[in-house]
């Protein structure tokens, strides 16, 4: 049986014909990769004798940088730093650039130590709250979307609200979101952002 054929529209035609827009997403990526190396070396020095309350055989060198094209459909690269998947535990913050969506700086916590970093994130509360941080309450920790339904933002009146979140998950996601057309973003700072974030955790997760 002949397969039915495809062709393109004048607007898709032009895209797929037009080199510049591809030079230009390369040249992006390649901003974003020098920003991200950056990042990592901003956060290894935040890491350099911090004490954190971590799974067994952590070891706060690992990282790892990712570039994809496919989340949702839209292209993403990522630094994982510090990185820590072993089993059911982890421990990573990872720095993703979404295409198309936003910058997200992400604590992801499951295993061993749970129940201490959800009775840290109770107990102080007043510490977290009102620094930009969201909750996710998606099923997994894989999740980069935001908003109603996604994510409830951590704010001083959401205490029994974040505790009741609490009581039925196995993990965290603790994350901040900045938009793409932040002129932060737009200057090149996301390792001074990495680096606030992170230190805005710091109650979920040092002793």
Excluded at 56 to 65: E, G, H, K, M
């Amino acid at each position: 049986m002949m397969a039915q054929s495809v062709g393109f529209t004048e607007e898709e035609t032009a895209l797929l014909a037009d080199a510049r827009f591809f030079r230009k997403k390369a040249a992006i990526a390649a901003k974003i990769r020098a920003l991200l190396e950056a990042t990592h070396g901003a956060l290894r020095n935040e890491l350099a004798g911090l004490l954190l309350v971590v799974p067994p055989d952590f070891d706060p060198q690992i990282y790892q940088l990712v570039k994809g094209e496919h989340l949702e459909h839209f292209p993403y690269q990522y630094l994982d730093c510090p990185k820590h998947f072993s089993g059911a535990d982890k421990f990573t913050f990872r720095t993703l650039v979404w295409w198309g969506h936003h910058v997200v700086y992400a604590l992801l916590l499951e295993g061993s130590e749970i129940g201490r970093y959800k009775r840290q994130l109770l107990g102080r509360f007043h510490q977290l709250a009102g620094r930009d941080l969201e909750l996710s309450l998606a099923p997994s920790l894989w999740e980069w979307n935001r908003g109603e339904g996604y994510t409830l933002p951590i704010t001083h009146d959401r205490k029994a609200q974040i505790a009741a979140v609490l009581a039925e998950r196995s993990f965290l996601k603790v994350a901040r979101y900045v938009p793409l057309d932040d002129p932060r973003v737009r200057e090149g700072r996301l390792a001074q952002m990495a680096c606030e974030t992170f230190r805005s955790m710091h109650p979920l997760i040092t002793p």
